[in-house]
């Protein structure tokens, strides 16, 4: 099948992928609520839409065959755990059917409201190994701020019910730097989560993403953003949580030794993954590309055979390169040196070099040895990883 | 109309005094305007004109008066513009008379251009009738006035009419006193017809329209002529008098004033104050008077958006059609892109240009720090001309700069004097002569750098003076002065747009404020960015840009790789929008906003 973007000349795609990781994603594009933050794609399903989603989803798989065993797989939305037992079992059997079960690891996201001990079995029989649960805050005034329609103790509920259900890898995201956060509720947050002691935490600074509620509430003056807090909670978070046992290892992911998410560190490692449902992004065969939005176009370019069709482009091996390191650099074991060493040899860009050397000189890009020279970035480089990753872009190629 | 009852005059005055509103009452009086025509201040037909109560081009208009002694007068009346940035068509027009009607607001007294204006008229030898007006206001003080026109002007206190331009007193005294004190149209038995070009204009149908005087002989459709300074050919398509609108005749006269339509098609190539004559039959010599105009002040005119380019390029070429005055060429620049070198005659001139650019042409433009033509003796022996400080050679191979100066005559309430002194010091003024005007006004006159009173030397006279000074200025000569170009560098590199020119003693401040205001103004950098004024390599003074210290998004989902550098892109595209200085992404924006504040 030839699809656009993959006309130019094949000698610019990196070379196969066999042995890079093999991740799986797949988005389930429907949500109770829209929360004040959230600007993902995502429905409130009408009557037999998830049967039509499950449908597509199949016929998705049938487009998309794997000739490798997938390592991961990360189920994600909107919140699958929107879905009922059946489905779920229904969405188990499609996955297990096209690719067999993940070698390492299956994740489920989900909102502590919709995690029954009937769902949570459901996704245990299926053969789901991780749960990622959105808790945010545990001030009940906070939660009112980010829309987020569930009472504190639905926290605590549902966290022993994944527990029980025998999950032992679990979870948690936390937001900060929420409008009018003092260092103090932030600390009282981290407390609570430590307590309940999951494997995993993810911590996101709040961000105003266009369209979101959050962000219109900014425009209009209603909130406001105050950076140096930001600042100080992005310093002190990781610290206060290493003392705890979480170790960071990335911007916002810490986790205790061995628990790291394989999935998310596959991807920015730049290996292979599969996106599946609408709106979902794949990297694989040296293109990358994504599934339209709307259960409805991507229905239409599965019914004509096509996937991933928006934003379609070849990954040369220098975007790959590039994107290597401005993702691998937001991890704290950081990029290896060759990564480097072919960027230097492909990038046209003169400047590139002085460029690298300059991020080294003002400290935000410092070295580690361990088996060879590793590049991560310093304490004030994890806080401008974006405008580095830009300049790195705009710098390479 | 007979030579003998025609007469050729104009008004002048210091701005505001009521030029523009007895030209009116004139107009209204000999009937030449039906009084329900008459829009307030008539002659003054542009917008801007009108907004900013100043004469750009100027205006001519025939009038019949019925004299009390019986016989029927033409009066040809020429307005001027009204502002030291245009002496020169000052002066042009005034050749075009006999007479002129010096107006002084009976409150206000003599001022600036009052005491400039006379000085023109008198060295036409123009017979000057001066009016008092305004003297319907309670402030008027009509003895000062007396007072003045004696001491400064040494004209007799009893010549004056006294009037009120508004109220209409004093108007018939004033056409009595223009037909009997001013003489009739003088050369006109000259050997070969001369017409005086005293203004062109260009009109989109007939191309390019001469105002002009006829001296002697006479000129009609059909006629080739010749203009006298360069013998370029210019063939009469069609003639006639202002009243005030167009109203073509068969023939113009001498000692009339009209104007001609011709196969000319742009005013560049038409002189202001050349002499127009027959090919077949010509005038052995030129009318007195006429000089090449040079600009004065340049600067870089810059479209705020770089795709508005042409549409810049489009206005200027429609302005320069009228404006012969303005002169450009394009040039290019680091930090703001496409744009055009252009030369104006003075601030006011620059400033008309650039407003009927961003009203009448809707373009939006930045323009980089006024300069004058600085005149560089190299130690090669070469004289150069440099009116941008990016081609100032470097300072090895300078032996002198010598820069324009003014004679400004600055007139000012006497408790004032204090402040003044110190600005014009300030300004590396000298005060060469001061003279009282009244028992509370001086009179200094100052030579000063041109380049100093560009940019707020007039402003800051106004605020001292609480409104009360004026200045009128004209052109003095080449000194010579101890000047140095200034660099400003973002990340060590120069950026040409803030380069400026400027005294070595002055420098450090003007450095320093600049760079200061620069590392206000710049985003904050990833990378510590100095920002540097220097002279030659030395570095005078040094601020560094705010460091940026967040920006990091939290979320990057696995799932979202694509998005996440959508993001990246979306932020690499926006820093190519910005001007690449460097390493340092530097908005438009911010050059503005520092040329603009300077
Ligand atoms: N009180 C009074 N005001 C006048 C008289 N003549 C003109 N003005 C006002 O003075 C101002 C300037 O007049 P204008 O004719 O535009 O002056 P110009 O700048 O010399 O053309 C206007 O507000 C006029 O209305 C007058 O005789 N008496
Ligand atoms: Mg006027």
Redesign the interface.
């Known amino acids: 099948m030839k699809t656009p973007g993959t006309t130019s000349s094949l000698s610019v795609l990196p070379p196969p992928l066999d042995g890079e990781p093999l991740?799986l994603?797949v988005?389930v594009p429907f949500c109770g609520t829209t929360c004040d933050f959230c600007a993902f794609h995502q429905q409130t399903p009408k009557k037999g839409e998830v049967r039509q989603y499950l449908e597509l989803l199949a016929r998705e798989t049938l487009l998309a065959p794997l000739e490798r065993p997938v390592d991961t797989i990360?189920i994600?939305g909107g919140t699958p755990g929107l879905l009922a037992p059946a489905q779920i079992r229904e969405l188990g059997k499609i996955l297990g059917e096209a690719y067999g079960l993940p070698r390492e690891e299956w994740t489920v996201e989900m909102t502590p409201a919709s995690a029954t001990p009937a769902r949570l079995a459901a996704w245990k029989d299926i053969g789901v190994t991780r749960i990622s649960m959105g808790a945010q805050s545990f001030q009940p005034h906070y939660l009112e701020k980010l829309g987020r329609m569930q009472p504190r103790e639905k926290i605590f509920e549902a966290f022993s019910t994944a527990r029980r259900a025998g999950f032992e890898n679990i979870n948690l995201d936390l937001m900060f730097a929420l409008p009018g956060q003092s260092w103090e509720e932030w600390e009282a947050d981290l407390r609570e989560v430590v307590a309940l002691g999951p494997e995993h935490v993810s911590?996101?600074?709040l961000?105003f993403e266009e369209d979101t509620t959050l962000w219109w509430k900014l425009s209009r003056g209603e909130i406001r953003r105050d950076?140096e807090r930001?600042?100080e909670f992005?310093r002190e978070t990781p610290q206060w949580l290493a003392s705890e046992g979480y170790f960071r290892y990335?911007?916002?992911n810490y986790a205790r030794e061995g628990f790291a998410?394989v999935?998310?560190v596959?991807?920015?490692k730049m290996g292979e993954?599969v996106?599946l449902g609408p709106s979902?992004?794949s990297?694989q065969g040296g293109w990358?590309?994504?599934n339209r939005s709307g259960l409805d176009a991507w229905g239409e370019d599965l019914e004509g055979g096509r996937r991933a069709s928006a934003?379609r482009f070849p990954v040369t091996s220098l975007t790959r390169a590039l994107?290597r390191l401005?993702?691998g650099l937001?991890m704290a074991e950081g990029v290896e040196e060759k990564v480097l060493t072919e960027i230097l040899r492909l990038a046209e860009n003169p400047?590139w070099g002085s460029?690298w050397e300059?991020l080294q000189e003002?400290g935000?890009v410092g070295t580690r040895r361990g088996e060879g020279r590793r590049y991560h970035l310093s304490e004030e480089g994890?806080?401008?990883?974006?405008?580095?990753?830009?300049?790195i872009?705009?710098a390479g190629e | 109309m007979d030579l003998q009852h025609t007469r050729n005059f104009s008004i002048i005055a210091h701005v505001d005094h009521g030029k523009t509103t007895l030209s009116d009452r004139l107009l209204e009086s000999t009937q030449t305007v039906a009084t329900r025509e008459m829009k307030a201040q008539l002659l003054d037909s542009m917008d801007l004109e009108r907004e900013r109560g100043i004469t750009i081009k100027s205006h001519p208009v025939s009038m019949a008066y019925q004299s009390e002694a019986g016989p029927m007068y033409k009066l040809n009346l020429i307005d001027t513009p009204g502002h030291v940035d245009f002496s020169y068509e000052v002066s042009r027009s005034l050749a075009a008379c006999e007479g002129a009607l010096l107006l002084i607001d009976a409150a206000q007294g003599v001022e600036a251009q009052t005491v400039a204006n006379a000085h023109l008229a008198t060295s036409q030898n123009l017979t000057i009738i001066p009016v008092i007006n305004k003297i319907d206001l309670p402030s008027a003080d009509l003895d000062k006035c007396l007072r003045q026109l004696e001491d400064i002007l040494a004209i007799p206190g009893e010549d004056a009419i006294l009037a009120s331009a508004k109220n209409g007193i004093g108007i018939t005294e004033i056409l009595e006193a223009v037909s009997a004190r001013i003489p009739p149209p003088r050369w006109a038995d000259y050997d070969g017809t001369r017409c005086l070009i005293f203004d062109s204009i260009y009109d989109s149908y007939q191309g390019v329209i001469c105002y002009v005087r006829v001296f002697s002989g006479t000129i009609k459709p059909g006629d080739t002529t010749v203009l006298m300074s360069d013998g370029l050919k210019v063939e009469i398509k069609e003639v006639g008098v202002f009243t005030p609108a167009r109203l073509k005749t068969k023939e113009l006269t001498a000692g009339n004033v009209g104007y001609i339509v011709t196969n000319i098609k742009s005013v560049a190539d038409i002189k202001l104050g050349d002499t127009l004559t027959h090919l077949q039959s010509p005038a052995k010599e030129m009318l007195p008077g006429y000089k090449e105009v040079r600009p004065m002040v340049f600067s870089g005119m810059y479209p705020l958006d770089t795709g508005d380019y042409e549409k810049l390029k489009a206005a200027l070429g429609r302005l320069r059609l009228n404006d012969a005055a303005l002169v450009y060429q394009q040039e290019s620049s680091m930090a703001l892109g496409f744009g055009f070198r252009c030369g104006f005659l003075g601030l006011l001139h620059m400033e008309v240009i650039q407003e009927r650019i961003r009203r009448e042409h809707g373009v939006d433009i930045i323009l980089t720090y006024p300069s004058v033509i600085y005149r560089v003796e190299t130690t090669r022996g070469e004289t150069l001309m440099v009116d941008n400080p990016v081609n100032m050679p470097s300072a090895n191979d300078i032996e002198d700069i010598l820069e324009p100066t003014i004679i400004a005559s600055i007139h000012i309430p006497t408790d004032g004097v204090g402040d003044v002194l110190a600005l014009v010091m300030e300004k590396r003024g000298i005060c060469e002569h001061t003279e009282t005007l009244d028992d509370s006004r001086l009179m200094l006159t100052c030579r000063l750098p041109l380049n100093e009173i560009l940019v707020d030397f007039f402003d800051r006279l106004k605020s001292i003076t609480h409104g009360y000074g004026s200045m009128d200025y004209e052109v003095g000569e080449y000194q010579s002065a101890d000047l140095v170009k200034m660099d400003i560098l973002v990340n060590a590199d120069p950026v040409d747009a803030f380069a400026s020119i400027v005294h070595r003693q002055k420098a450090e401040n003007k450095g320093r404020q600049l760079c200061e205001r620069l590392a206000e103004i710049i985003p904050p950098q990833?990378?510590?960015i100095p920002i540097q004024a220097a002279i030659g390599g030395k570095i005078i003074a040094r601020e560094t840009v705010r460091a940026?210290?967040?920006?990091?998004?939290?979320?990057?989902?696995?799932?979202?790789?694509?998005?996440?550098?959508?993001?990246?892109?979306k932020?690499?595209e926006g820093?190519?929008r910005m001007k690449q200085v460097g390493?340092v992404s530097i908005p438009q924006e911010a050059f503005i906003q520092v040329l603009k504040t300077n």
């Open positions: 991740g994603y988005h990360f994600g911590t996101y600074c961000t950076e930001e600042i992005y990335e911007v916002s998410c999935h998310n596959n991807t920015w993954w996106g979902a992004s990297q990358r590309g994504t934003d994107d401005v993702f937001r400047v460029f300059k003002e935000l994890f806080l401008l990883a974006d405008r580095i990753g830009a300049e872009l705009a | 990833m990378f510590k940026l210290r967040k920006d990091v998004t939290a979320k990057c989902y696995g799932g979202d790789i694509t998005r996440k550098r959508k993001l990246l892109e932020q690499k820093k190519k390493n």
